[in-house]
C-alpha cells in the first residue's frame, strides 16, 4: 500500500500524550463512531464528517464569517453568531475568514504518509521513553484500511504502536486490523447488554465477541473502563468487567474516571451535553473498587 494515496478523516495528532500507552507517544485521533456514549470527551469524534466549531468567548462579532459563507448558515445575532447546521456544508469559507479562530473545521482528511511524518517528529522521544504512536478515535476501526495502513507504516519505521478500540467493527475488521499492533487498549464499559444500549446505544455483545477475538491475537491487551457516575461506578458492576478480563487472560486494567472536560465542546458544536450534574468518582472511590477486583488485576490510572 502507498501511504501517499491512503486517505482518513482526523481530527486532532496531540504530542507528548502519557495516558494512551507507555512511554511518551503521538496519538492520532480518528473522526467517526458507531456509539454516541453521553460522556464522550470528543464529541467532534462521533461524526465521520467534518464539523464547524463555535466559540463564543472568542467571537468578535465582525460578521466577515458570515458574509463569506456561500450557503447562508451563519448570521450575526446580538451576541453571537448563529449557524444553521442544516445548511452547512462545510465548506471552510468561514474559517479562513474568521480573524480571531471563533470559527474552526473539526476534522480533516490526510494521508498515511502525511500523518507518518508527524507522528516521526518526536522519533527521539519515543526512543528514551519507549512510546510511540497510538491510533485512538472516534472508532478506529471505523476507518480500518486508513488505521491498518498506519500501523504499518509504524512497524516499518521501527515504531511502536497502540490502538485505542472498542470493538465496533466485524469481527474480521477486528482480526485484521489489531494483529498488526503492539498494543491493544481495549475500552469495556459495561457487562450488561442492555444497560449499555439505553445508555449509549452500542450494541455490547458485539464489543464482548470482538474482545474475545482480540484477546486471541497475541497481541498484549490492556482493559479500559471509564468509570461513569451512575452507569457502571458500582463495585459489582467493576468487578464483572474485570472477571471477564481474566476470562481471556488479560492481566492488565485500567480505570478511567469520568470528568467533565469535554462539555465546551458539545455547545461549540451546537450540541447539548447531557452529563452536567454527574459528579466524577473520588480517589478514595476509586481505590475502593480497585480493592474490590483483588489479585492484583488492577493498575489504577487517572487521566
Same mark, same amino acid.
Given at each position: 500500500m502507498d501511504p501517499s494515496t491512503i486517505f482518513g478523516n482526523?481530527?486532532?495528532?496531540?504530542?507528548?500524550?502519557?495516558?494512551?500507552?507507555?512511554?511518551?507517544?503521538t496519538t492520532v485521533f480518528l473522526k467517526g463512531c458507531p456509539?454516541?456514549?453521553?460522556?464522550?470527551?470528543?464529541p467532534e469524534s462521533q461524526c465521520a464528517l467534518p464539523q464547524l466549531s463555535y466559540s463564543h468567548s472568542r467571537c468578535l462579532r465582525c460578521g466577515r464569517c458570515v458574509s463569506a459563507c456561500p450557503e447562508q448558515a451563519l448570521s450575526l445575532q446580538a451576541d453571537a453568531v448563529a449557524i444553521d447546521r442544516?445548511?452547512?456544508?462545510?465548506?471552510?469559507?468561514?474559517?479562513?475568514?474568521?480573524?480571531?479562530g471563533a470559527v474552526r473545521l473539526v476534522g480533516r482528511i490526510t494521508t498515511v504518509a502525511e500523518v507518518l511524518a508527524e507522528?516521526?517528529?518526536?522519533?527521539?522521544?519515543?526512543?528514551?521513553?519507549?512510546g510511540g504512536m497510538t491510533v485512538s478515535g472516534g472508532e478506529p476501526l471505523a476507518q480500518p484500511e486508513f488505521t491498518l495502513a498506519l500501523l504499518e507504516g509504524a512497524r516499518a519505521r521501527g515504531l511502536h504502536s497502540a490502538v485505542e478500540t472498542a470493538g465496533l467493527a466485524e469481527p474480521e475488521t477486528v482480526e485484521r486490523v489489531l494483529a498488526r499492533t503492539d498494543l491493544i487498549?481495549?475500552?469495556?464499559?459495561?457487562?450488561? *447488554?442492555?444497560?449499555?444500549?439505553?445508555?449509549?446505544?452500542e450494541d455490547n455483545a458485539v464489543v464482548l465477541d470482538n474482545a474475545r477475538v482480540a484477546a486471541q491475537l497475541g497481541v498484549k491487551m490492556i482493559v479500559r473502563v471509564p468509570v461513569i457516575p451512575g452507569f457502571n461506578d458500582q463495585p459489582h458492576q467493576i468487578t464483572a468487567i474485570g472477571e471477564f478480563a481474566r476470562s481471556l487472560d488479560v492481566s492488565e486494567m485500567h480505570l478511567l474516571p469520568y470528568h467533565g472536560y469535554g462539555a465546551a465542546k458539545y455547545? *461549540?458544536?451546537?450540541?447539548?451535553?447531557?452529563?452536567?450534574?454527574?459528579?466524577?468518582?473520588?480517589?478514595?472511590?476509586?481505590?475502593?473498587?480497585?480493592l474490590n477486583l483483588g489479585d492484583g488485576l488492577l493498575n489504577l490510572e487517572i487521566i
Open positions: 482526523i481530527f486532532d495528532v496531540q504530542r507528548f500524550s502519557i495516558h494512551d500507552g507507555p512511554g511518551i507517544r456509539a454516541h456514549c453521553p460522556w464522550c470527551s470528543n442544516a445548511r452547512c456544508i462545510p465548506c471552510d469559507e468561514c474559517t479562513r475568514a474568521c480573524p480571531s507522528v516521526e517528529r518526536d522519533r527521539v522521544f519515543y526512543e528514551h521513553s519507549g487498549l481495549f475500552d469495556i464499559k459495561h457487562i450488561d *447488554s442492555d444497560s449499555i444500549r439505553s445508555f449509549a446505544g455547545a *461549540s458544536l451546537g450540541r447539548r451535553y447531557e452529563m452536567l450534574e454527574a459528579v466524577p468518582p473520588t480517589r478514595e472511590h476509586l481505590e475502593t473498587l480497585r
